[in-house]
């Protein structure tokens, strides 16, 4: 069995980027094995990527201050294997994780709302973030596999076009 920062590696492929992947971090295991782990997947697999690093679930600790120092190590881990990053999280999930942080705000957002509109209306800033990169809207089942439905947004400062994608986790 893979380890559990390697099990949620999915991929999509667009115009802009060759695959996207996303990651669960955990504050179990150490921010150089999980970097480790999942860069062998993608050398392994050639995958060329995008890293979202999902911030949502309970597997963060309560410590809000404990949570932004280990999200800073594992962003300064995956920088020096220079991929692209994003942040995939909702306001809710963010506060309640990084409280205030806008420490990431460099960082793309990938932004969860499942309205079942793929533009970004609603959008309310949070963590520093002006505007998503891209919006996870919905889900849905294929194949017995749940595919996110998610819009990626060519123009930050108008949000006006965009490219639809699904991810199936697998």
């Known amino acids: 069995r893979p380890p559990r920062s390697t099990q949620g590696v999915s991929s999509a492929a667009s115009d802009v980027y060759k695959r996207q992947v996303y990651m669960l971090p955990s504050l179990k295991v150490g921010v150089e094995k999980q970097v480790a782990d999942i860069m062998a997947v993608l050398k392994d697999k050639k995958i060329l990527s995008m890293m979202s690093i999902v911030v949502e679930g309970k597997d963060w600790s309560k ?3 404990k949570n932004v120092e280990f999200l800073k190590s ?6 020096k294997n220079k991929l692209m990053l994003a942040i995939q999280t909702e306001a809710g999930a963010w506060t309640r994780i990084m409280g205030q942080s806008t420490d990431f ?4 957002l990938w932004w969860v709302k499942h309205d079942k509109n793929p533009e970004p209306v609603k959008y309310k800033a949070f963590g520093g973030w002006k ?4 919006k996870q809207f919905g889900s ?25 994608l699904s991810l ?3």
């Open 63 to 65: 410590d809000t201050k």
């Open 74 to 79: 594992l962003v300064a881990e995956f920088t």
């Open 105 to 108: 705000s460099k960082l793309l």
């Open 131 to 134: 505007a998503p990169f891209a």
């Open 140 to 164: 849905a089942n294929l194949c017995e596999n749940s595919v996110g439905q998610n819009s990626h947004y060519t123009d930050q400062s108008t949000n006006t076009k965009y490219l639809r």
């Open 168 to 170: 199936i986790h697998i």
